[in-house]
């Protein structure tokens, strides 16, 4: 039989004395760590870094930044990881005014909110207040405004549906020019045009013209009126061609007509 080498347990004793020195460090260390880190949190959540400070708002001109805070639930001193900043913009793009909006954490502890909002193309009154027309083809319900802002037309016996929506449309294929040199837009159907409207323009002149072929023709109104004798005005009618009448002549015209 083969010779063993016999170890004894005192000459070990030093080794595993060692073994598990290392091994009590190692779970001390562990259990130090996890200690520091819950104190850092509970630090953290007790401490103003964790918590909403400042928030920002940018881009918006129609909705107020108030309204903006509430319709988004963005509120100071709310906790940081608590804020689902999807929610708040997606609630916030609820809003017929806003078309886009973003929330961003900017550092620890600041949002900043940036609105796209829809363009308003022109107001509607009803009962001394001003509803916005916006570029989505919607009528505002809601937001009245004590006076119209800009040179945007005035709408009139305008609906919210497809009539509204093509006249919006109409209107954004306008040159910018033609567009804010109209004062008012009426909705005036006829027995042979449902979609007629009658606008009232600033340089005292009136157009005649149906909204399916608003803007083809409406583009051309610059040349149009630049033909008319100095100081001439009266009722341009785009309906069929282009059509030139003085209000004295319309005024004869409708007089004629009642006689016979």
Same mark, same amino acid.
């Given at each position: ?65 108030? %309204? #903006? +805070? $509430?319709?988004?639930?963005?509120? =100071?001193?709310?906790?940081?990881? *608590?804020?689902?900043?999807?929610? /708040? ?72 549906? %497809? #009539? +509204? $929506?093509?006249?919006?449309?109409? =209107?954004?294929?306008?040159?910018? *020019?033609?567009?804010?040199?109209? /004062? ?77």
């Amino acid at each position: 039989m083969a010779n063993k080498k016999i170890v004894s347990i005192e000459s070990r004793i030093p080794e595993l004395k060692k073994y598990r020195k290392k091994k009590l460090v190692r779970h001390m260390s562990i259990i130090i760590s996890i200690f520091v880190l819950l104190i850092l949190i509970t630090l953290y959540f007790l401490s103003p870094l964790s918590k909403v400070q400042r928030i920002y708002v940018d881009g918006n001109k129609q909705v107020d930044e108030q %309204t #903006v +805070l $509430k319709e988004g639930h963005l509120n =100071l001193d709310e906790f940081v990881f *608590g804020l689902s900043k999807a929610k /708040s913009a997606d609630a916030l793009e609820q809003n017929p005014l806003i078309k886009k909006a973003t929330v961003e954490l900017k550092g620890l502890n600041t949002l900043r909110v940036h609105i796209t909002e829809n363009k308003t193309i022109g107001y509607q009154e009803k009962d001394g207040k001003y509803y916005d027309v916006l570029e989505t083809g919607k009528l505002l319900k809601t937001q009245p405004k004590e006076f119209p802002i800009g040179n945007n037309p005035i709408f009139s016996n305008f609906k919210n549906g %497809t #009539v +509204l $929506k093509d006249m919006v449309n109409q =209107l954004m294929g306008l040159p910018e *020019g033609v567009l804010l040199s109209i /004062s008012e837009i009426h909705f005036a159907p006829t027995k042979s045009d449902d979609e007629h409207i009658k606008l009232y323009m600033n340089d005292g002149n009136e157009v005649s013209a149906t909204i399916n072929t608003f803007a083809e023709k409406m583009s051309h109104y610059p040349s149009i009126v630049a033909q008319l004798q100095a100081g001439q005005k009266g009722i341009i009618d785009l309906e069929i061609g282009s059509y030139f009448r003085t209000y004295l002549k319309d005024k004869e015209e409708k007089a004629a007509s009642k006689k016979n």
